[in-house]
């Protein structure tokens, strides 16, 4: 049984060049610009073909600008094709942005019932099922508080519950692991699982490519608008860890200070892990040793590298450099690897872009000798955290036995790490 | 309170029905009136719930709250009688001026409204077009249901005022209901045809609160329809608000039957623009998400 296919499906946005002293939604300057043919074409997706059998969790990676949210956005009927045509085999929802229907002016009760309708619930359902969205979401006692007292870790949660209640045949997911603690990440993936077993379809994109290998079947790899690569998650994951190491990595132009013939280059920056092989997968508290390649054009003296961990929304997480704790840099001519070692990550589950720098003592933040997006890695569940990290830690107690008996050596009951 | 409810199981339960359906390339040959509408009827708790929505967040936080929908239309019923009748002594057909003046103001503002509230619509809830499916017509169509809203709740005034001035009612009355329909159309082809433009072009934003004001002047609300000349008349009513307005105060006030001919032409005309933007809005909506 097919519940999605996709023939030849192509979608093509028209940009438009916008000058000046035109407004964008001036009509005369849009009609000359049209005269003028004054625009450029993207394909955001081409001739794209595909069946999704019922049941079937289905992967979609790749970076950004690769076509997966416009696949998500095809088959949820926000935007149309240029070509091609598109079965859809069952009732639809999607998780995408929860809480993005709230009106901070009315009640959290309202707001269910507003953004359940925006689902596509009916009010019969929504009433049916308050009580148990409510509880999920924790937030009883502030269902007659309009939302915008609301904490946002109470905003979200009543989001993903009114979300998680819905109950389609076919579930389309965008990032909905990128928002949230970890404990409401877990709640989310604890409730896709549960829709998977009862045999909804999903389609599932993210940058979190721990749980598209724990949830789906199959997975595609994305590239330029085309499938570059189907099959079973494991490998198509391989393939794109490989294409995002092996890829000229892309210079951060317009932000960063970039010379045009830098004396040092950054290479690679490519990470291990405990038992020295190469990865872009680690669990919260695994070693991870890094190397960055550099190749020397000229010889500089008194270096600083730097390593820093963004979120994939642009976020600093962490930022790691030679300035702080590292030697002393003098680079001589040619290839050289500087060594970074991190005997446990203390990051939570998310996704992380890596970019690293070289630059002179005492420049200013934005000066770089080189600058450059090296990849990125995943983290997957491993050691617990709960809030921001996790650190090494141990508990101990000190008296166990009553404070008149002659045993009073503290005992150790129970050793974390 | 939130750690317990991880081991909350949720039932997962869904109908045996499964909608089976082919999304295709936008085509205006591919206009589908009937699919179309019927899609529009499984939304109709999100009407509901969207108009019920656009009343309250209106009206919360402001400390005169509901009142204000008598407010604005006695506001203007005493601006214009004061010009229109003491100053510039205007004809009102031996009608009292405030009444006469009131009654037209009544449909005038449901569709004033209506029009200047849906055309910003598709725009101000951009959060919705493109993060959420739903048939987009829903947006403009929830304002005009507001906007009848505050309609139904400046009649009791009117009520109040037809007592006040001692003017009967006759059977006659019961053609409000079909004036309202086709006033409701013709509002709604206008809503549908401005909403989608402005997703483009902001200009009709720019343009519509002009536009609305000159286009009550060429509409009989503070003049009667007698005190056009006849030889510009022909022309005068072919704007649909024409037929509207004076068959709604013939009936209300003067307790005649409305004229057949000017309420039909405005009818017809509705019916068919209504038509016609609804084929223009649902091929915007195609790529509206792209744009908004």
């Keep these: ?417 | 309170m939130a750690k317990s409810a991880i081991n909350n199981e949720l039932p997962v339960s869904r109908g045996n029905a499964r909608p089976n359906y082919e999304i295709r390339p936008p085509s205006i040959f591919g206009f589908n009136l009937l699919a179309n509408l019927s899609k529009l009827l499984q939304y109709k708790d999100l009407i509901w719930t969207l108009s019920l929505h656009r009343i309250k967040v209106r009206y919360k936080q402001s400390v005169l709250g509901i009142l204000w929908a008598f407010l604005q239309p006695i506001s203007m019923m005493l601006v214009f009688t004061f010009i229109f009748s003491l100053i510039a002594r205007m004809p009102s057909e031996g009608i009292p001026y405030a009444i006469f003046a009131f009654t037209a103001l009544l449909p005038w503002n449901y569709f004033s409204t209506s029009v200047a509230n849906a055309t910003s619509s598709l725009v101000k809830d951009a959060q919705f077009v493109t993060k959420v499916y739903f048939p987009r017509e829903i947006l403009p169509i929830t304002y005009i249901v507001a906007a009848l809203f505050d309609f139904a709740v400046a009649s009791i005034l009117l009520a109040g005022l037809l007592i006040y001035y001692k003017i009967a009612l006759t059977v006659n009355v019961l053609y409000v209901a079909p004036i309202l329909l086709v006033l409701t159309c013709f509002a709604l082809a206008i809503s549908l045809i401005f909403s989608a433009t402005q997703v483009r072009f902001r200009d009709i934003g720019m343009a519509v609160p002009l536009l609305l004001q000159l286009w009550l002047f060429a509409t009989p609300v503070i003049y009667p329809l007698s005190a056009v000349p006849a030889r510009w008349r022909s022309f005068y009513v072919l704007n649909p608000m024409v037929g509207i307005i004076e068959s709604f105060r013939d009936v209300v006030l003067k307790g005649e039957p409305p004229n057949m001919r000017y309420l039909m032409f405005s009818a017809v005309v509705s019916v068919i623009l209504l038509f016609v933007s609804y084929l223009y809005f649902k091929r915007v909506e195609a790529t509206m998400a792209d744009f908004v």
């Design chain 1, 1 to 417: 049984m097919i519940d999605l296919k996709f023939d030849t499906v192509s979608k093509r946005y028209r940009i438009f060049k916008e000058s000046e002293t035109e407004g964008k939604r001036n009509a005369l300057g849009r009609l000359s610009r049209r005269l003028r043919g004054n625009w450029s074409d993207f394909w955001a997706l081409r001739d794209v073909s595909f069946e999704v059998s019922r049941g079937e969790a289905l992967g979609l990676i790749g970076q950004n600008g690769a076509g997966k949210s416009t696949i998500l956005k095809l088959l949820y009927n926000i935007t149309t094709p240029t070509k091609g045509r598109i079965r859809v085999n069952g009732r639809l929802a999607a998780l995408i942005e929860v809480a993005s229907g709230f009106h901070p002016d009315l009640t959290g009760r309202e707001n269910v019932y507003l953004n359940g309708s925006l689902l596509g619930m009916k009010r019969s359902e929504i009433r049916s099922k308050l009580d148990s969205i409510v509880d999920f979401a924790g937030v009883s006692a502030f269902i007659d508080t309009a939302v915008k007292r609301y904490s946002s870790g109470m905003y979200l949660r009543l989001g993903f519950s009114i979300a998680a209640h819905l109950d389609p045949d076919i579930l389309l997911l965008d990032e909905v692991l990128a928002v949230g603690d970890a404990e409401f990440q877990s709640r989310c993936l604890e409730r896709i699982n549960q829709l998977r077993r009862a045999g909804t379809t999903i389609v599932f994109v993210s940058h979190n490519l721990g749980a598209i290998e724990n949830l789906c079947d199959r997975v595609f790899l994305l590239r330029h608008g085309e499938i570059y690569r189907s099959g079973a998650p494991r490998y198509v994951i391989s393939e794109y860890e490989h294409m995002l190491t092996s890829m000229p990595a892309a210079t951060a132009k317009g932000l960063i200070d970039v010379h045009d013939a830098p004396a040092s280059e950054i290479v690679s920056v490519i990470f291990y892990n405990s038992e020295g092989r190469r990865t872009t997968m680690f669990a919260t508290g695994d070693a991870a040793r890094v190397e960055v390649e550099l190749m020397v054009h000229e010889p500089v003296e008194d270096a600083l590298v730097e390593v820093y961990f963004y979120s994939i929304f642009g976020n600093i997480h962490s930022h790691f450099s030679t300035e702080i704790d590292g030697p002393t840099l003098d680079l001589q001519k040619g290839r050289c690897i500087i060594e970074f070692d991190c005997p446990q990550l203390p990051f939570e589950v998310a996704a992380f872009n890596i970019e690293s720098s070289i630059k002179l003592r005492g420049s200013s933040f934005n000066e770089h000798v080189d600058y450059k997006r090296t990849g990125s890695i995943n983290i997957t569940r491993g050691k617990p955290v709960h809030g921001a990290f996790h650190t090494p830690h141990t508990w101990t107690v000190r008296s166990v036995a009553p404070p008149d008996s002659d045993h009073s050596t503290p005992a150790v009951v129970r050793n974390v790490d």
